[in-house]
């Protein structure tokens, strides 16, 4: 059965500050990474997507690198702003049994940027 | 805007109701989800429809019914619900439901069981 998990669970940083969200998946048989950005109450916002045979993506401030064999994946925030406090979730497609689309998501990082 | 829209926004219902959840999307997907979002656990996949067709059920109570008459509409039937399943229900499409996609979410409907 396919387990995801994200560290840590909450992250506070000063604003201008690089860092980085941690994604483990216990089974790398996987089609596919997203990661997804939510605001309170809010819905769900793509950010990237890596297919199993990239090692990373990229997009503006954000890079996304997956390392299949060791299950892992990282989102990487360059130059963080307050505009970026949300929950970061990062899902699975694939992997166990399912080929049905269905995601395997973690439980989310909490990240606030001050100003 | 992510083209999956989500009506209503926000639910109150009695355990007696019966509501209805209903989710549009506007990009040509062939493949739609209802995913579940409580306090405290991870968001969790409820059904998947590839082509009009249910491809799978997370094990779901049955007083939650799914509906896709079309690649573009897919609802959610309530009945006798449970405090219990207060939460946000979020729908999302993809090109096809095979694993291979990116999900596009809606805003979600926060629903609260009375």
């Known amino acids: 059965k396919q387990e995801v998990t994200q560290i840590p669970a909450a992250l506070s940083v000063p604003e201008g500050e690089n860092l980085v969200l941690n994604c483990s998946f216990t089974d790398s048989a996987i089609y596919n990474l997203q990661w997804f950005r939510q605001d309170p109450g809010k819905g769900l916002t793509s950010l990237l997507l890596?297919?199993?045979?990239?090692r990373e993506q990229t997009s503006g401030r954000l890079n996304a690198s997956l390392d299949k064999s060791s299950g892992r994946s990282t989102l990487y925030i360059a130059a963080s702003q307050p505009g970026d406090s949300a929950t970061y979730l990062c899902?699975?497609?694939?992997?166990?049994?399912?080929?049905?689309?269905?995601?395997?998501f973690g439980q989310g990082t909490t990240l606030q940027v001050k100003p | 805007e992510t083209g999956v829209t989500q009506t209503p926004r926000h639910l109150v219902m009695g355990m007696t109701n019966k509501k209805s959840l209903k989710c549009e999307q506007h990009?040509?997907?062939?493949?739609m989800y209802w995913y579940k979002q409580s306090a405290k656990k991870p968001l969790e996949l409820m059904f998947v429809y590839n082509f009009k067709e249910q491809t799978e059920n997370n094990s779901v109570p049955s007083r939650f019914s799914p509906e896709c008459p079309n690649s573009s509409h897919l609802f959610l039937h309530l009945h006798t619900l449970q405090p219990e399943d207060s939460a946000l229900y979020l729908c999302?499409?993809?090109?096809?439901?095979?694993?291979?996609?990116?999900?596009?979410f809606g805003p979600g409907t926060r629903l609260t069981v009375t």
């Open positions: 990009l040509g997907h062939n493949a």
């Open positions: 890596i297919q199993s045979s990239q």
């Open positions: 999302a499409s993809s090109l096809r439901g095979d694993g291979s996609y990116e999900q596009y």
């Open positions: 899902a699975v497609s694939g992997g166990g049994s399912s080929n049905t689309g269905k995601l395997i």
